[in-house]
């Protein structure tokens, strides 16, 4: 089994930060992308943004919402995804779930952290 534990949602004002944070541990293939999605009250879940394994690199992908607001970061080592949350917005309060990929066909969902950005 896999777990994924999240960490650092929480209240901020607009305009504040927050950091995400997400652990993976247990049986773990090799791991194809790791992410972070988000799910609005009322809305379908959606893709925040993506580190995808390619090779020895990675490519990152984002929701052209947060596109130069939030930052994807990735530890190799550690089996751990980041989310550099800036300047964030009312529309960005969210449940948001950290996903993994690994083994080719297998996903992954933490248990989701509540994000609310209000004044």
């Known amino acids: 089994q896999v777990q994924l534990v999240e960490s650092g949602g929480g209240l901020v004002q607009p305009g504040g930060s927050l950091r995400l944070s997400c652990a993976a541990s247990?049986?773990?293939?090799?791991?194809?992308?790791m992410g972070w999605y988000r799910q609005a009250p009322g809305k379908q879940r959606e893709l925040v943004a993506l580190i995808t394994s390619i090779g020895s690199g990675s490519i990152t992908n984002y929701a052209e919402s947060v596109k130069g607001r939030f930052t994807i970061s990735r530890d190799n080592a550690k089996n751990t995804v980041s989310l550099q949350m800036n300047s964030l917005e009312p529309e960005d309060t969210a449940v948001y779930y950290c996903?993994?990929?690994?083994?080719?066909?297998?996903?992954?969902w933490g248990q989701g952290t509540q994000v609310t950005v209000s004044s």
């Open positions: 247990g049986r773990i293939f090799d791991i194809n992308a």
């Open positions: 996903n993994l990929r690994h083994g080719g066909s297998r996903y992954e």
